[in-house]
């Protein structure tokens, strides 16, 4: 019996102090303090029956107990034990008055892009960010916001429950939730989507002194830009460069001698009709005086326009792009809505990764004969096993096509931009000139813009054309994160089997060889 004591004594204490601590951590704020739970009751339990045990069997009084020298290193244990969680209490506090984040996660998505970085270093005043959310508590949202308030103090945050506020969210004229209000000074904005994107426009937008302006092309059959419902409209592309901090306007050339001076920016789209001489007089004026031009384009029209492109940088064919697809049950069938998941080295999408898809498209190469210092890439290009249709009264009129030695064999470039110095043109001064031209319009229409990346693709390249390198590569998708959603009591088992039961079979194991070796 006095063999057996100390060991029944020590595994009794064991079992008390597992079960207190089992009960400390798990206890909800709003539950009494003698609501235990099942885990910590049995525990608590049976190390009193087990202490009963030890004192009941007259192996020992308490102060022999106390006294012994078994006794006294377990004391000594515990205080060790003690100190070290003072320690690391200590050091939990320090690092929540001076913490330093750290992202181990394979895609840093727990971290802010480079360029939001970039935009936040550069604010001179307090940026507030007013976050409705409903019932007050968005965890995704509010660890988002908590980054961009780790880099940089100029950025203030408060989660707000329009419920128990109404008034304010009604000042703010919230009517969906979540929704950020972001203001710095008098500048203030919405922001509907809980993004890093949106967010980071958001700030660039009110803190910006100055808006770039970009120009559409109309007059000439192209698709609207205030109509973000008709499949074929470009509404949902301008929506997005105005909330990307640009003013958006179009632009009739036969009204006008020239384009107007603030235009950051000229896009032309498909256009149904061909422009008068004198537009297009313009437009290289324009290019020439250090001019910046989108051009997109549809299979089947060639004219004036397609041969000024050519004498740009950038070459449009006369094709349409076949891409070979396979169905399931059906097979390899040919497909005119090629998917593009290969990019060129350009600053414009040297970071983009993710697929676009497009849809008659035709081929646009670089171009750079007779343009002395002009560079010229391909942006995008389609698969390996599509070509470049030539044979277009075929495939339209009896719907076949087939590789022959007039076609180009992929992959075919579908996109390209050209830069260089204006005298390249036969302007003058030291100005540069950008271009970007696609074999295809619809990528950016109502239809597809929101289709795998197509929006990135457009974002990103007229970020570049605008001069707007710090918006480029902040993708409108936040990468999803690798993490394991787990339920209450998922977690709870989790925590039970690591933090708890782990150690208590390490410990009683370690409990068992001492008192196996003890007896031998």
């Known amino acids: 019996m006095a063999r057996r004591a100390p060991i029944l004594a020590v595994v009794a204490l064991a079992l008390i102090l597992f079960g207190l601590i089992a009960h400390w951590m798990t206890k909800m704020p709003a539950q009494p303090w003698y609501e235990f739970g099942w885990y910590s009751l049995i525990h608590i339990v049976v190390g009193v029956i087990a202490l009963i045990g030890y004192f009941a069997g007259g192996s020992a009084s308490l102060g022999e107990f106390v006294g012994r020298r078994s006794t006294r290193y377990g004391v000594n244990a515990v205080v060790y034990s003690a100190l070290f969680l003072a320690v690391l209490l200590m050091i939990n506090f320090l690092g929540t008055r001076y913490h330093y984040r750290f992202d181990v996660s394979s895609e840093g998505v727990n971290s802010l892009s480079d360029q939001s970085r970039a935009i936040l270093d550069e604010l001179d005043e307090t940026v507030s960010i007013q976050a409705y959310v409903d019932a007050g508590r968005d965890p995704v949202l509010e660890e988002l916001l908590d980054a961009y308030r780790y880099e940089s103090d100029k950025v203030e945050v408060?989660?707000?429950?329009?419920?128990?506020?109404?008034?304010?969210?009604?000042?703010?004229?919230?009517?969906?939730?979540?929704?950020?209000?972001?203001?710095?000074?008098?500048?203030?904005?919405?922001?509907?989507?809980?993004?890093?994107?949106?967010?980071?426009?958001?700030?660039?937008?009110?803190?910006?002194?100055?808006?770039?302006?970009?120009?559409?092309?109309?007059?000439?059959?192209?698709?609207?830009?205030?109509?973000?419902?008709?499949?074929?409209?470009?509404?949902?592309?301008?929506?997005?460069?105005?909330?990307?901090?640009?003013?958006?306007?179009?632009?009739?050339?036969?009204?006008?001698?020239?384009?107007?001076?603030?235009?950051?920016?000229?896009i032309l789209p498909d256009a149904e009709r061909d422009y008068f001489p004198h537009e297009l007089d313009a437009l290289n004026r324009y290019l020439k005086g250090g001019g910046n031009v989108l051009a997109m384009l549809e299979p089947g029209r060639d004219g004036d326009f397609e041969e000024l492109l050519s004498s740009w940088g950038a070459s449009p064919g006369s094709d349409i792009v076949i891409d070979q697809q396979v169905r399931l049950f059906a097979g390899p069938t040919l497909g005119m809505e090629p998917i593009v998941s290969k990019y060129g080295n350009h600053p414009a999408v040297k970071e983009l990764a993710d697929r676009t898809i497009?849809?008659?498209?035709?081929?646009?190469?670089?171009?750079?004969?007779?343009?002395?210092?002009?560079?010229?890439?391909?942006?995008?290009?389609?698969?390996?096993?599509?070509?470049?249709?030539?044979?277009?009264?075929?495939?339209?009129?009896?719907?076949?096509?087939?590789?022959?030695?007039?076609?180009?064999?992929?992959?075919?470039?579908?996109?390209?931009?050209?830069?260089?110095?204006?005298?390249?043109?036969?302007?003058?001064?030291?100005?540069?000139?950008?271009?970007?031209?696609?074999?295809?319009?619809?990528?950016?229409?109502?239809?597809?813009?929101?289709?795998?990346?197509?929006?990135?693709?457009?974002?990103?390249?007229?970020?570049?054309?605008?001069?707007?390198?710090?918006?480029?590569?902040?993708?409108?998708?936040?990468?999803?994160?690798?993490?394991?959603?787990?339920?209450?009591?998922?977690?709870?088992?989790?925590?039970?089997?690591?933090?708890?039961?782990?150690?208590?079979?390490?410990?009683?194991?370690?409990?068992?060889?001492?008192?196996?070796?003890?007896?031998?």
Not at 242 to 254: A, I, S
Not at 422 to 447: I, M, P, R
Not at 470 to 490: D, K, T
């Open 158 to 266: 408060r989660v707000i429950d329009p419920q128990i506020q109404p008034q304010l969210a009604q000042q703010a004229g919230i009517s969906q939730l979540p929704t950020l209000r972001v203001q710095l000074g008098d500048q203030s904005t919405l922001v509907t989507k809980a993004e890093e994107e949106a967010i980071t426009n958001a700030i660039n937008r009110v803190s910006a002194k100055s808006r770039k302006k970009i120009y559409f092309m109309e007059g000439h059959g192209e698709a609207s830009i205030k109509d973000k419902q008709t499949p074929a409209a470009l509404g949902l592309f301008a929506e997005a460069l105005k909330n990307q901090n640009y003013d958006v306007e179009t632009l009739f050339l036969p009204e006008v001698e020239h384009v107007p001076e603030d235009a950051s920016l000229v």
């Open 358 to 520: 497009f849809s008659l498209v035709r081929s646009v190469t670089p171009n750079t004969s007779g343009l002395k210092g002009v560079r010229a890439d391909t942006l995008a290009m389609t698969a390996p096993t599509s070509w470049a249709e030539t044979d277009l009264e075929r495939l339209f009129d009896k719907n076949e096509a087939s590789f022959s030695d007039d076609d180009k064999g992929g992959p075919v470039s579908i996109a390209v931009a050209a830069s260089g110095p204006v005298t390249a043109l036969g302007g003058e001064g030291d100005a540069q000139y950008q271009l970007a031209v696609f074999g295809d319009t619809s990528f950016v229409t109502n239809k597809y813009w929101r289709q795998l990346f197509n929006d990135a693709l457009a974002l990103n390249v007229v970020g570049w054309l605008a001069g707007e390198q710090q918006l480029i590569s902040i993708g409108p998708r936040a990468i999803r994160a690798s993490r394991a959603h787990l339920s209450p009591n998922e977690a709870r088992t989790v925590f039970y089997l690591s933090v708890m039961i782990l150690p208590e079979v390490i410990l009683f194991t370690g409990l068992a060889v001492w008192w196996r070796r003890s007896n031998q």
